[in-house]
């Protein structure tokens, strides 16, 4: 049977959506099928509702499993007909055709903020019990003390009690950062036992971005950047001479000025190109007043963008006001603070036994991904990167900060960094900037590489010259346990970040080489590709090596290992060189792991299918339900599992590098934002062990 969670709101802007999200990542990663419906949209095409939408591309959802049902118009008149019942009864029927394709639905409810509450409060209960749905309810803590947040709590319990809803657990969101502890030692479960989180304001969700002002004034962009997805940290209307404005001027602040006021306006672009003055989100140039066309010129040059609206001033400043940052906009800084702030203040485990929901017999992709973050960030480890310059790691580092998947050190010119983050709306804040030329910590590095490359008389100036290196100077942060992991590649060669682990990291005992694999994430499984990046030609005990340490990544990752030493020839068919050379490495793996499933020689499909496993290596552990593929040569593997990832469709994670004492982790140089959020994830998990 579907289980249903009724999202309610028990107040206006209470960002229930932010309560919806977090629902939905944490359910993704549990059962099979979710779905989300929300019963009355906002918008005028319920099936484009910006909510159904963001968590439809979010979680990869069909669109049968994601809908909307009236709009508010609808639902509205129906209301005033007095026809309630056929509300219900197209909720329902949507429901209940969403049932048939979903193990858990969520259904988010309206959010007070028609004339009559007390009609929608009514309207969200009736719903949520003949749906047959938990109620998860959210109170609007803002600008509330402790004890007026409990007090609401308890108004909301005796409300969803007296209408004899279904209570899962209370949602106290929007209360004061300094106030979370003291709102969790007020509020109590109540008779019911049901728990009660407190979610604090988060200013990364609340803060609009630049596009959602623009939208809402509908300004048009005249100058500048078009790059849209910068947060409003705050509002400057020019109000002065331009030598006072700028002492008010800060990064992220949006510039609301007319547009006659040139002084102002070449003050502050003259602010966003000096390090030492902070650069704006944007401007608005009020009263439809057009600056002279050289002034326009120069404003073109912008890094934020320039908007022009017909308001006057103030007028303009009073409707940015009322402006607040929504995550339904789809982007990923505000997404990530939200399951962020989820993770951290809500107890999942319990939610999830109240639930009872069946379990996943499925791995998808997405599912494993999100489970990559939960597992990174379930023993916080600290990663380093090196490369600050470039933009892509900078954009992944704000990811992970506001996901609250790991600590986070940043190398390099800690100016240029800042002038980079800045100029395109990045927020480094709580993550740690080190410039290796300034850092005290490099003759302390340059001391400790000198003594362990002695061996190859290495000087200390020349081991100081080399700490200059973001790789090098990244790696002994590792190698001394400055940090848990690098994570290095982005904008230099896979030699470059490898080569100083293979000086001083050294690998682990007993391990002759270090190698690779993939995570190759199929439609309903994870397997594992080894070794696809590293070694060219690897002999029978680096085969065997390779094969012992890809069969422990894959545990580490949750996949069950059983390996298939891959080769032309399935069992005793086939001999010659290189058959044997696999033969032979079988062999070794058995005697250093004889607990561990393997098989060797074996083609891939007899790997893969039952079938034809039954037929070639009947009775086999391994044949037909390989998990680890262990590839006889560089060529094979790299060429099989791009061909994999293009004609399957899978998910390639990886190169995942094993063998080294400590973990160190290469990435493409043609890596996606999303690529670096991974490895990073994965490198934190393996820092862990």
């Known amino acids: 049977m579907t289980r249903g969670i009724y999202v309610s709101a028990m107040a206006p802007g209470s960002g229930k959506s932010l309560i919806s999200l977090g629902l939905a990542d944490m359910l993704h990663r549990h059962a099979d099928r979710i779905g989300f419906f929300r019963p009355i949209v906002d918008s005028d095409d319920a099936a484009h509702d910006p909510m159904v939408l963001l968590i439809q591309r979010t979680f990869n959802l069909p669109e049968e499993a994601a809908r909307g049902g009236l709009t508010r118009a609808e639902a509205r008149a129906l209301l005033v007909a007095g026809n309630r019942e056929e509300i219900d009864a197209r909720c329902v029927a949507i429901y209940s055709e969403m049932a048939r394709v979903c193990d858990v639905i969520i259904v988010e409810g309206t959010d007070l903020s028609g004339h009559d509450a007390a009609v929608e409060f009514d309207l969200n209960a009736r719903l949520a019990n003949n749906l047959g749905a938990m109620v998860l309810a959210v109170v609007n803590a803002k600008e509330m003390s402790a004890a007026e947040a409990a007090d609401a709590v308890d108004v909301a319990r005796r409300e969803l009690d007296e209408a004899n809803v279904s209570l899962l657990a209370m949602m106290v969101n929007r209360s004061a950062d300094d106030a979370v502890s003291e709102i969790s030692a007020q509020v109590r479960p109540g008779r019911s036992g049901r728990p009660v989180y407190v979610i604090p304001e988060l200013a990364e969700i609340s803060q609009p971005t630049i596009s959602e002002v623009a939208a809402s004034l509908k300004a048009r962009h005249i100058a500048g950047s078009a790059t849209m997805e910068r947060d409003v940290s705050s509002v400057r209307v020019a109000a002065m001479n331009v030598g006072h404005f700028l002492e008010l001027l800060t990064d992220g602040a949006l510039v609301i000025v007319p547009g006659d006021r040139a002084d102002v306006l070449v003050g502050t672009l003259a602010s966003s190109f000096s390090p030492e003055f902070p650069v704006p989100s944007g401007m608005i140039l009020t009263g439809g007043l057009a600056p002279d ?60 036994e109240r639930l009872e929901l069946p379990r996943p017999v499925t791995m998808t992709p997405l599912r494993f991904l999100h489970e990559l973050i939960e597992r990174a960030r379930s023993q916080r480890q600290h990663i380093v990167l090196p490369e600050g310059l470039d933009l ?62 002695s061996h190859k008389n290495v000087s200390l100036d020349e081991a100081r010259e080399r700490m200059l290196e973001g790789a090098y100077f990244g790696t002994m942060m590792v190698q001394l346990g400055k ?40 439609r309903d499984r994870v397997l594992v590709y080894g070794d696809c990046a590293v070694n060219p030609e690897p002999n029978e005990e680096q085969l065997a090596d390779i094969a012992v340490a890809s069969s422990e990544t894959a545990a580490q990752f949750g996949v069950t290992p059983r390996v298939a030493m891959l080769s032309y020839s399935t069992g005793e068919s086939g001999h010659g060189g290189a058959v044997d050379e696999v033969r032979r490495a079988t062999e070794l793996v058995r005697r250093l792991r004889p607990n561990l499933p393997v098989e060797g020689p074996i083609q891939y499909d007899a790997a893969v299918d039952a079938s034809i496993a039954e037929s070639k290596l009947p009775g086999s552990s391994v044949a037909g339900q390989a998990t680890v593929f262990i590839f006889p040569d560089l060529n094979t593997g790299n060429n099989t599992y791009k061909a994999v990832q293009q004609s399957a469709g899978a998910v390639a994670v990886g190169p995942v590098l094993q063998g080294l004492r400590k973990p160190v982790n290469d990435l493409s140089r043609g890596c996606t934002v999303e690529d670096i959020v991974n490895t990073v994830a994965i490198t934190a998990v393996q820092a862990q062990s």
Not at 300 to 307: D, E
């Open 392 to 453: 892509r790691i900078l954009k992944a580092a704000e990811i992970l900060r506001r996901r609250d998947v790991c600590d986070l050190t940043i190398l390099g010119p800690d100016a240029k960094v800042r002038e980079l983050a800045s100029g395109h709306g990045i927020d480094l804040t709580g993550i740690s900037l080190v410039d290796p030329s300034t850092s005290e910590l490099r003759e302390e590095f340059a001391a400790e590489y000198a003594r362990l490359r």
């Open 293 to 352: 066309a050289n002034i326009l010129a120069l404003l073109a040059q912008a890094p934020f963008p320039v908007f022009a609206v017909d308001d006057d001033t103030y007028t303009a400043a009073r409707r940015v006001s009322e402006v607040r940052g929504e995550i339904a906009t789809g982007l990923r800084r505000k997404s990530a603070a939200a399951l962020g702030v989820w993770a951290r203040q809500v107890d999942a485990s319990e939610l999830l």
């Open 483 to 522: 940090v848990d992991g690098m994570v290095s590649g982005a904008a230099h060669t896979t030699a470059n970040t490898i080569r100083p682990a293979l000086e001083f990291v050294k690998t682990k005992d007993g391990v002759k080489i270090v190698s690779s694999v993939f995570l190759m994430l199929l």
